[in-house]
Every structure is written in structure tokens, then in C-alpha cells.
């Protein structure tokens, strides 16, 4: 009986020690700075950050839990990091991260820091900054404007610096040389001078592979700047600039032999016309025998005749266009679908490689089809360039 009055004294007894005891505090992120410099709220790739927490053994109830710990950034696992380092301060800890990219947590770092918006957070990025153990929640953080530095001033002012150098380069020769232009075909042997450089028509081939070449080297830059990573071409990229190369060196040699086959065309009128004009003179030598005029009339229309179509065959040698427009979507026919369509295909896929390295920071790897319409519309172009007439 005295046992059974026991019981239920002792069960009362372990309620109100149970209710005495505090519940554990949760785990909190109090600060976060760059390792040996409690002032400095921001970091960058490369730098160790140092994350002060309150309560840290809250949340390390396991053995050897504080290796399962890992930096959320944005509540987002940053994959693989692992700390370095750690120290108590009484009821908090200062836990160290060593800010790397590697290739399991590149993706995650991608979409943190792409789409960068202008104005300041374009430089440095404001993420919140917690803990928590892989594959479960962050724990709760004070950090939710941590500066995350994106992008260094000094770096980004000169690599655009050497941009705009290099299209400085390019927008300036492409005026006044054969760089961007169809080349202008030699008339010396012809005895006439040839159409200067700078007044040949753009080339649609060489436009082509200045474009792909210049968005590749753009976005390069853009890339390495932010990730620090400088393996960055796909092979999807390489097959672009490959195209574009292929258009451009098909174009010129088509160009080329066109104009080396209409040289030697107008040579061979003008042999013809020396001969002709020799036969007139022999003919005139015979005045006034019968039946003379009327042969020396016939070689003098003969003559005309050859003077037009050399004339002709010269000023398409020797034609120049008005605007790059006009030059990069006509031939003799007015505006070319096959032209128009190259053009297009080529502003849409450059327009999507530019977003996807913006938002993603990476080149997009485009798929074997999107390439192949690509080598379509280039084909597409050199085949029906070859029948065009000479311009």
C-alpha cells in the first residue's frame, strides 16, 4: 500500500523537475565576417568567412556532427563546405568556411550570383548567411544582407577597358579595310583602278564570324570575372565559332573565284575587241572598195556591243553598297530569303548565348540540332552565293 501511494508522489515529483528545466535555446546565426577582420561584412571567392553562432551545440546532438555542418547561403546548401575551422566563445562558436567553387557546388554558386541587376548589387550581392546540416534546413540567421562580393571594381573596369578597345579595333578597320568586306577584286591587270576598301560591300560570312567570335570573347570575360573559372568553352560554343569561321572562309573563296573568273572574262573581250578593231583598220585601209562600209559598219555595232559588256562586267567588279543592311541582306535579286534567313537564325541564337550566360553564368552547350539548323542556314547562304553575280 505505502508503494502504491509512492508512485504517484514520485511521477508528480519528475513533472515538475522536467517542467523546471529550460528548453535549449535554438540555434542562431549572430554574425558573419571575413576571417582576421571582424569589420568587414563582405567576401569573395578565395576568402575564409568566419560565422559566429549562438548555441551551436544545439544543433550538434550526433558525434562528430560538426563535419555534417555546411554554409547555407540564401537557405541554400552550398555543397561540399565543409569548415575549416572552429572555436568556442562560451555559449557561441565561430565557425570557418574557406569560400571556393569546386564542381559539385559550381551549379549552386551559378545561380546565386547570375542575373546580376545593374546599379550597386551588381558589384556585391546581398545574401543571408546561416548554417545547417547537409541535406536538412538552415538554421535560423540574424546575417540576411550579407555583402557577397560578385565582382571586383578594379578587374571589371579593365577587363571592359580591353573590350572596348577590341571593338574600337573591329568597328574602326571594318570601316576602312577589307575586314568585315567583301576584298576588292584586283584590276591591274585590266590597266584600271580597282574600288577602294573602304567603299566594298560588307560580307555576310566575315558579319557571321565577328559576331559568334565577339559574344564568345565577351561572355569569357563576364564569366571568368565572377566565377574565377577559365574552363568555360562547350563544345556546343567551339561548333559556333567553327560555323561562323567555315562561313566566312567559304564566302571569301567564292568571292574570290568568282572575281579571278570574271577578270579573265573581260581579258578575253578585250582580245577579242583588239582583234576586231584591227580588222576594222585593215578593212578601212581597203576604202573605197565596194562592199567595204557596210562590213566596217557591222564591226563598229560588233565593237559597241563588246565595249557594253566589258563596261558591265567592270562595274560589277567595281560595285559598291550604301549600307551594312543592305549589303549583308541583298544580292543582284533585291533581298534574299536565304540572306534573311541567316541573319535572323544567327540574332536569335546570339540573343539566347547572351541571356544564358547572364543568368547562368555559362555557356549554353546547344543541343546537336539547334547546330545543325545553324550549318543549314550557313549552307543554305553559300550555296546560293555561288550563282550570284559578282558585287
Not at 34 to 40: R, W
Not at 188 to 200: F, H
Amino acid at each position: 500500500m505505502k508503494k502504491l501511494i509512492l508512485i504517484p508522489i514520485l511521477a508528480l515529483f519528475n513533472l515538475n523537475l522536467i517542467a523546471a528545466t529550460p528548453a535549449p535555446k535554438p540555434t542562431t546565426v549572430v554574425d558573419a565576417y571575413v576571417d582576421g577582420n571582424a569589420k568587414e561584412k563582405s567576401a569573395a571567392i578565395g576568402d575564409i568567412l568566419v560565422v559566429n553562432v549562438a548555441h551551436l551545440n544545439a544543433l550538434l546532438t550526433a558525434p562528430n556532427s560538426i563535419k555534417q555542418v555546411r554554409l547555407f547561403v540564401n537557405c541554400i546548401e552550398i555543397e561540399g563546405s565543409v569548415p575549416v575551422g572552429w572555436c568556442n566563445h562560451g555559449d557561441s562558436t565561430d565557425v570557418k568556411f574557406l569560400i571556393q567553387r569546386t564542381d559539385v557546388n559550381n551549379k549552386t554558386w551559378n545561380m546565386l550570383l547570375g542575373y546580376p541587376l545593374f546599379g550597386k548589387e551588381f558589384y556585391h550581392e546581398p545574401l543571408s548567411i546561416s548554417i545547417g546540416l547537409t541535406g536538412q534546413s538552415a538554421q535560423a540567421t540574424n546575417i540576411n544582407a550579407f555583402q557577397f562580393v560578385r565582382i571586383d571594381k578594379v578587374w571589371f573596369w579593365g577587363c571592359m577597358a580591353v573590350l572596348i578597345i577590341y571593338f574600337w579595333v573591329l568597328f574602326r578597320y571594318a570601316k576602312t579595310t577589307p575586314m568585315l568586306r567583301d576584298a576588292p577584286v584586283d584590276l591591274t591587270p585590266l590597266g584600271i583602278p580597282g574600288l577602294d576598301a573602304g567603299n566594298a560591300p560588307f560580307s555576310l560570312g566575315k558579319v557571321q564570324m565577328a559576331f559568334w567570335f565577339s559574344i564568345v570573347l565577351s561572355s569569357y570575360v563576364f564569366i571568368w570575372l565572377i566565377t574565377d573559372n577559365y574552363e568555360l568553352i562547350t563544345t556546343g560554343t567551339l561548333v559556333l565559332i567553327g560555323i561562323g569561321a567555315a562561313t566566312g572562309l567559304g564566302a571569301v573563296s567564292i568571292n574570290n573565284s568568282k572575281s579571278n573568273g570574271t577578270v579573265k572574262q573581260v581579258q578575253d573581250l578585250q582580245a577579242q575587241q583588239a582583234d576586231l578593231r584591227q580588222a576594222t583598220d585593215l578593212l578601212k585601209a581597203s576604202l573605197p572598195a565596194a562592199g567595204i562600209e557596210g562590213k566596217i559598219g557591222y564591226n563598229n555595232f560588233l565593237d559597241s556591243q563588246l565595249t557594253t559588256n566589258i563596261n558591265k562586267l567592270i562595274d560589277g567588279l567595281k560595285l559598291g553598297k550604301d549600307t551594312f543592311f543592305s549589303d549583308i541582306l541583298t544580292d543582284e535579286n533585291g533581298v534574299s530569303f536565304h540572306r534573311l534567313q541567316m541573319v535572323v537564325f544567327t540574332m536569335v541564337l546570339g540573343f539566347v548565348f547572351i541571356y544564358t550566360v547572364w543568368a547562368t553564368l555559362t555557356m549554353p552547350d546547344f543541343s546537336t540540332t539547334l547546330l545543325t539548323m545553324q550549318g543549314i542556314t550557313a549552307g543554305t547562304y553559300l550555296g546560293f552565293k555561288i550563282p550570284e553575280k559578282q558585287s
